[in-house]
């Protein structure tokens, strides 16, 4: 059991994890550019700046569901289409999204602990240990889940670095990663920091009859062709 001076930690699946990514760069690690470190809605929400980091989630369903939130429409596109005489379809997710990408199993070897920002106990150490820059971000309120899921990924890339450059009494590195929960649903997420052994498994293509897939995009409101 945790003591209350640290922050929660898990351990990666020993039976591993998902990733969805596309067939040209499937193991390729997210890399931060200085520009969009700066910007609030740019990048990942747990990228790094001067490391990588890949992610993966528990069930298949939440690699499909991070990955197909970009197609979700609008209230503002909705509303114009029902407004309109004519009707258009809204919600496609066309095949060569499809073609261009990729579904395999991920395992992480001898890894570290991973940072549980889901936790309230990670919640009170980050606020205590973080203080100053979570001032300086205009961050009032102690942290809790919704400042976490937050659309504000200043806010989560600097607990993602905090986490990144992190080390023991030996100055060796603490975690393998950081264990969150989707936005979009109650699916368990991996942001696995650059340096972590991986195995990946046999890569699959994504067929349009992907039951798994269908009834993923049919929770927004999407269709797969």
Request: glycine content about 8%; overall charge negative.
């Amino acid at each position: 059991m945790e003591s209350e001076s640290s922050p929660a930690v898990v351990e990666f699946p020993a039976a591993g994890a998902w990733r969805v990514a596309r067939r040209a760069s499937p193991g390729s690690f997210a890399e931060l550019t200085p520009q969009d470190a700066a910007l609030p809605n740019a990048g990942n929400r747990f990228d790094v700046l001067g490391g990588g980091v890949l992610y993966a989630a528990t069930r298949l369903e939440g690699c499909y569901a991070e990955t197909l939130a970009r197609f979700r429409p609008s209230p503002k596109v909705l509303a114009a289409i029902r407004s309109d005489d004519g009707y258009m379809n809204a919600g496609s997710v066309p095949a060569f999204w499809r073609e261009r990408r990729c579904r395999f199993e991920i395992k992480c070897l001898d890894p570290l602990p991973f940072l549980d920002v889901e936790d309230p106990q990670t919640h009170t150490y980050l606020t205590s240990q973080m203080a100053a820059v979570l001032v300086s971000l205009g961050v009032s309120a102690p942290l809790d889940v919704a400042s976490l899921r937050g659309a504000n990924r200043l806010l989560t890339r600097a607990i993602a670095l905090w986490a990144y450059g992190a080390t023991d009494e030996q100055d060796l590195p603490m975690y393998s990663g950081i264990r969150y929960k989707s936005r979009l649903g109650d699916w368990e997420c991996w942001a696995i920091f650059q340096g972590t052994e991986l195995e990946f498994g046999p890569s699959q293509g994504l067929a349009p009859e992907d039951s798994t897939l269908a009834s993923t995009a049919a929770q927004f409101g999407l269709v797969i062709h």
